[in-house]
Protein backbone atom coordinates (compact mmCIF):
# COMPACT_ATOMS: atom_id res chain seq x y z
CA UNK A 1 0.00 0.00 0.00
CA UNK A 2 1.43 3.08 -0.99
CA UNK A 3 1.99 5.69 1.73
CA UNK A 4 3.14 9.40 1.17
CA UNK A 5 3.08 11.42 4.38
CA UNK A 6 4.23 15.35 4.20
CA UNK A 7 5.70 16.73 7.12
CA UNK A 8 7.50 20.42 7.71
CA UNK A 9 4.57 23.15 7.21
CA UNK A 10 4.03 25.75 9.95
CA UNK A 11 3.69 28.93 10.54
CA UNK A 12 6.15 31.59 9.16
CA UNK A 13 7.14 35.16 8.33
CA UNK A 14 7.37 36.82 5.05
CA UNK A 15 10.66 36.53 3.76
CA UNK A 16 11.60 33.23 5.87
CA UNK A 17 11.88 29.42 4.72
CA UNK A 18 10.49 26.07 5.29
CA UNK A 19 11.29 23.09 4.08
CA UNK A 20 8.74 20.63 3.52
CA UNK A 21 9.06 16.75 3.23
CA UNK A 22 6.97 13.81 2.11
CA UNK A 23 8.20 10.53 3.14
CA UNK A 24 6.96 7.77 0.60
CA UNK A 25 6.45 4.08 1.15
CA UNK A 26 4.82 0.65 -0.06
CA UNK A 27 6.42 0.97 -3.60
CA UNK A 28 10.04 1.37 -5.40
CA UNK A 29 9.60 4.71 -6.81
CA UNK A 30 12.49 4.87 -9.04
CA UNK A 31 10.56 4.95 -11.68
CA UNK A 32 7.71 7.32 -10.21
CA UNK A 33 7.48 11.37 -11.13
CA UNK A 34 6.50 12.91 -7.54
CA UNK A 35 4.81 16.30 -7.39
CA UNK A 36 3.77 18.62 -4.99
CA UNK A 37 0.79 20.93 -5.38
CA UNK A 38 -0.95 23.23 -3.08
CA UNK A 39 -4.21 24.70 -2.33
CA UNK A 40 -5.43 27.79 -0.84
CA UNK A 41 -8.77 28.18 0.80
CA UNK A 42 -11.31 28.81 -2.23
CA UNK A 43 -9.39 28.56 -4.64
CA UNK A 44 -8.63 25.10 -7.08
CA UNK A 45 -5.55 22.93 -6.10
CA UNK A 46 -2.24 24.50 -7.94
CA UNK A 47 1.12 23.07 -9.08
CA UNK A 48 3.91 23.82 -7.65
CA UNK A 49 6.83 21.78 -8.49
CA UNK A 50 7.72 17.84 -9.84
CA UNK A 51 10.83 15.64 -10.32
CA UNK A 52 11.63 13.02 -12.01
CA UNK A 53 12.72 10.19 -9.81
CA UNK A 54 14.84 8.27 -11.71
CA UNK A 55 17.01 11.65 -13.64
CA UNK A 56 16.07 14.30 -11.38
CA UNK A 57 14.84 16.50 -14.09
CA UNK A 58 12.07 19.04 -12.12
CA UNK A 59 9.75 21.44 -13.03
CA UNK A 60 7.97 24.70 -11.40
CA UNK A 61 5.23 26.60 -11.89
CA UNK A 62 6.50 30.34 -12.70
CA UNK A 63 5.45 31.79 -9.46
CA UNK A 64 8.02 30.01 -7.35
CA UNK A 65 10.71 29.68 -9.73
CA UNK A 66 13.93 30.99 -8.36
CA UNK A 67 12.48 30.74 -4.62
CA UNK A 68 11.71 26.57 -4.10
CA UNK A 69 13.77 23.72 -4.88
CA UNK A 70 12.21 20.30 -4.98
CA UNK A 71 14.89 17.23 -4.71
CA UNK A 72 14.62 13.72 -3.55
CA UNK A 73 17.00 11.24 -1.34
CA UNK A 74 17.11 8.12 -2.53
CA UNK A 75 18.62 6.25 0.19
CA UNK A 76 15.51 7.50 2.65
CA UNK A 77 13.08 7.75 -0.08
CA UNK A 78 11.61 11.10 0.65
CA UNK A 79 11.08 14.19 -1.58
CA UNK A 80 11.52 17.75 0.27
CA UNK A 81 10.63 21.07 -1.03
CA UNK A 82 12.58 23.82 0.30
CA UNK A 83 11.00 26.70 0.19
CA UNK A 84 12.37 30.44 0.88
CA UNK A 85 11.56 34.24 0.42
CA UNK A 86 7.86 32.92 0.93
CA UNK A 87 5.18 35.39 0.72
CA UNK A 88 1.81 35.61 1.74
CA UNK A 89 0.82 34.72 -1.46
CA UNK A 90 2.01 31.39 -0.96
CA UNK A 91 -0.09 30.26 2.19
CA UNK A 92 -1.78 26.96 1.26
CA UNK A 93 -2.05 23.33 1.91
CA UNK A 94 0.49 21.36 0.41
CA UNK A 95 0.12 17.69 -0.89
CA UNK A 96 2.54 15.61 -1.74
CA UNK A 97 1.38 13.16 -4.99
CA UNK A 98 3.40 10.05 -7.03
CA UNK A 99 2.76 9.64 -10.85
CA UNK A 100 3.44 6.08 -11.42
CA UNK A 101 3.10 6.77 -15.59
CA UNK A 102 5.41 8.93 -17.38
CA UNK A 103 4.38 12.27 -17.84
CA UNK A 104 6.45 13.51 -20.74
CA UNK A 105 5.10 17.25 -20.89
CA UNK A 106 4.89 20.40 -18.62
CA UNK A 107 1.03 20.62 -19.32
CA UNK A 108 0.57 16.93 -18.12
CA UNK A 109 3.34 16.21 -15.86
CA UNK A 110 1.76 19.83 -13.94
CA UNK A 111 -1.97 18.31 -14.13
CA UNK A 112 -3.09 16.80 -10.86
CA UNK A 113 -5.24 14.15 -12.97
CA UNK A 114 -2.13 12.09 -13.74
CA UNK A 115 -1.20 11.44 -10.51
CA UNK A 116 -1.90 8.29 -8.96
CA UNK A 117 -1.58 8.90 -5.05
CA UNK A 118 -1.66 11.77 -2.58
CA UNK A 119 -0.31 12.82 0.88
CA UNK A 120 -2.83 14.24 3.38
CA UNK A 121 -0.95 17.52 3.22
CA UNK A 122 0.65 19.66 5.43
CA UNK A 123 -0.31 23.35 6.52
CA UNK A 124 2.03 26.15 5.03
CA UNK A 125 0.83 29.95 6.60
CA UNK A 126 3.05 33.27 5.37
CA UNK A 127 2.31 35.90 7.46
CA UNK A 128 2.70 39.60 6.32
Known amino acids: QVQLVESGGGLVQAGGSLRLSCAAS????????MGWFRQAPGKEREFVAA????????HYTDAVKGRFTISRDNAKSTVSLQMNNLKPEDTAVYSC?????????????????????WGQGTQVTVSS
Open 97 to 117: AADRGYSATYAVISSPRVYDY
Open 26 to 33: GRTFTSYT
Open 51 to 58: IRWSTGTT
